[in-house]
């Protein structure tokens, strides 16, 4: 057995969960491990600084975590240990002693033993999970008639495909598949551009311009690849939509784009570990840091 495939466990009905990995997921969740010390208090001093900038600077702002597959669909994980939410044992409780705590977001509950929010061989969400996802990080911020209506038009482009294979699934051999739900087209038209880089995560940069959007603003997003698939589906309420992959604020680009909400999100079980926003590099300087190969984008005719 290879070494990614000792790092997927197989639970009920199918289900794959990442079990290790450098964060160690299943030992994480079980409390036989805890985050690096002092990482809940790096987590509310960042979110107390984000909330404060974006405040001063007459911004909306979210902070989004979002829940673990292992957490969700616990039931299915099949262990004798069971496995409970990370963010509620080890931050909500410093989380809810912040003036900011109603600006984060934990959406557990729309995809809480909602097995068709997730796939079977995926660590991310399916379709109709990053649907509920958008509703609840959406709530309160656009009015409901067009949640309501940019909901249903996001429904009807969803569709079931066969021969899926996620993350998990390219683990192991052979590798798995399954009929899941996924975004056929996209609700309105829409134009992604990103800035190329290869090999690698950190830096990523993608544009969406939306001129049919509901909504005539600017969204700037630092996050993950969870963030990064709501992408087409924020763009139905957004005019544009500005997605950076890290685990910063990045002040710089909030003065480059100008937005009007800016959303900051990471995976649950990247919570095993925060880094202070103090820490950061200038955003455009990711590939040369890191190495990373980034070639100038070819026009398209």
Known sequence: MSEEAKQVHRGKDGFLFLSGGRHGVFELFSGASSPAPGTAMVFCCNLNARSDYCELTDREFRMVVFPDKCVALRDKVGLATPLGSLYARCFADQVAASGAAWQVRYPLGPLDGHEDAFTRTDTHYSALGNLAMVKAILTGLVPDAMLAEGGARIEACIVERPGICGDLGTKLSPAPQETA???????????????????????????????????????LIFGDSFFRALLPMLAVFYRRVIFCRTRYFHTEMVEAFAPDDIFCGVAERYLSRCNPDADRPHFLSYPLLLGLTCPPVVPRS
């Open 181 to 219: 739900t996924v975004l056929r087209g996209s609700p309105v038209v829409l134009h992604m551009r990103g800035n190329g880089i290869k090999g690698g995560n950190d830096g990523i940069c993608i544009l969406v311009d939306s001129p049919e959007a509901l909504g005539k603003k600017t969204l």
